[in-house]
């Protein structure tokens, strides 16, 4: 009886495997979408504990997780110590890496949809820039031009100042790459670069002016690091990426509408200018608050959605969530070897990341360039 019922589950099992190959041949993915979200969520769990119980001081998940709860006997099992690295280090920078992972892989996905490319990325085509370029003009200029900002804001001035440059980026990228309804990509790269590199210019000047304190906050910018993770920072910017995230959800059908043309997803009843000017806002909020709290982190956005749309396919319900948790996974991924491949000393995320996505990049580059006209 055991051996049968061993014997009917693997047949049930090859069917399931069977159906979700038909599916796959037939064009649905949703079966397949739904699994790998599933996987995914898990992979996030997973990654999230080993992130909190990776570095030199020695500490359990379980020990971790009875304390965390209050269970009895935790307080002996962890010293006050290893409490304070966990608590005050480790989680606050697992939290901000699965924030900032989220935040540029779903910021990756909708500006694809939104050009209808899979070129478009907030560090490919100048966006990060403007979002650094914002941030560092708050450091720089903040006490001389900016003191009512900081006056209304307070520690979310950062965030709205990294925001707003980001907004600004993207508006002039999409007025300059679209013409007659239809976007360029050779016009959106070439337009990324040069705003890319203007933002950059005017930023070196900003640094160029500042102070000896000011470097070393601007320094943080560099390369991109979430070493400097507290809860302050996950409190000014964590609720403007949430926000983002929770709205693009919403964006979903209107994405999927919009790979058949503005034309077309207009007369599908899809109100495209109001669908723009979410989609715009919400992924300049999402990369402005990340970068101003990690700073440019390059190559996620364009790595993750293309991977998972090669996988599950195009339909944004799916491929939007699905990002969400393999950009945050993969981010905290990249840290934890950012943090432990030369000790004691940390590499900056950004290298991780960059050896990782350029040569993807470069990939996806000569295999679309004969259908995207470069």
Same mark, same amino acid.
């Given at each position: ?43 996030? $769990?997973? %990654?999230?504990? =080993?992130? !909190?119980?990776? #570095? &030199? ?6 020990? +971790? *997780? ?119 990509? $050779?016009? %959106?790269?070439? =337009?990324? !670069?040069?705003? #890319? &590199? ?6 070196? +000047? *900003? ?130 070897? &950012? ?7 940390? *590499? ?27």
């Amino acid at each position: 009886m055991h051996r049968s019922e061993m014997v009917a589950g693997d047949g049930r099992s090859q069917s399931f495997a069977a159906r979700l190959k038909s599916e796959w041949h037939m064009g649905d993915r949703s079966r397949l979408a739904q699994l790998l979200i599933l996987v995914l969520l898990v992979a996030a $769990a997973a %990654m999230f504990a =080993a992130s !909190i119980m990776t #570095g &030199a001081a020695d500490a359990s998940l379980g020990n +971790v *997780l009875r304390w965390l709860l209050g269970m009895e006997g935790a307080e002996q099992a962890l010293s006050v110590r290893d409490r304070i690295i966990i608590l005050d280090i480790r989680l606050p920078r697992a939290v901000l890496g699965m924030l900032v992972g989220a935040s540029l892989a779903v910021s990756g996905a909708v500006m694809q949809g939104l050009f209808r490319n899979p070129l478009a990325d907030p560090g490919l085509v100048g966006v990060s820039s403007g979002a650094s370029l914002g941030a560092v003009l708050l450091i720089v200029l903040g006490s001389s031009f900016f003191g009512p900002l900081f006056a209304i804001f307070g520690f979310y001035a950062l965030p709205v100042a990294a925001f707003c440059g980001g907004l600004i980026t993207t508006l002039l990228l999409y007025k300059i790459a679209t013409r007659s309804g239809q976007t360029s990509v $050779a016009t %959106m790269l070439l =337009a990324g !670069i040069a705003l #890319g &590199a203007l933002a950059g210019a005017v930023t070196g +000047v *900003l640094i160029f002016m500042a102070d000896d304190k000011q470097l070393r906050d601007l320094t943080f910018w560099g390369l991109g690091s979430l070493a400097g993770a507290n809860w302050m920072k996950i409190l000014s910017a964590g609720p403007i990426i949430l926000v983002s995230l929770a709205v693009v959800p919403f964006l979903a059908r209107g994405l999927n509408a919009l790979t058949l043309g503005e034309a077309a997803a207009f007369h599908m009843g899809i109100p495209v200018q109001r669908l723009k000017n979410i989609a715009i806002v919400s992924v300049a909020a999402s990369t402005g608050a990340s970068v101003a709290v990690s700073g440019g982190i390059g190559f996620v956005g364009i790595v993750v959605p293309h991977v998972l749309r090669m996988l599950i396919g195009p339909d944004h319900r799916y491929l939007l969530p699905a990002s969400a948790l393999l950009g945050g996974t993969l981010l905290i991924f990249a840290d934890m070897i &950012a943090r432990t491949i030369v000790p004691p000393a940390e *590499l900056p995320i950004g290298i991780i990341t960059a050896f990782a996505g350029a040569p993807f990049f470069l990939w996806i580059l000569l295999r679309g360039r004969a259908h995207m006209g470069l």
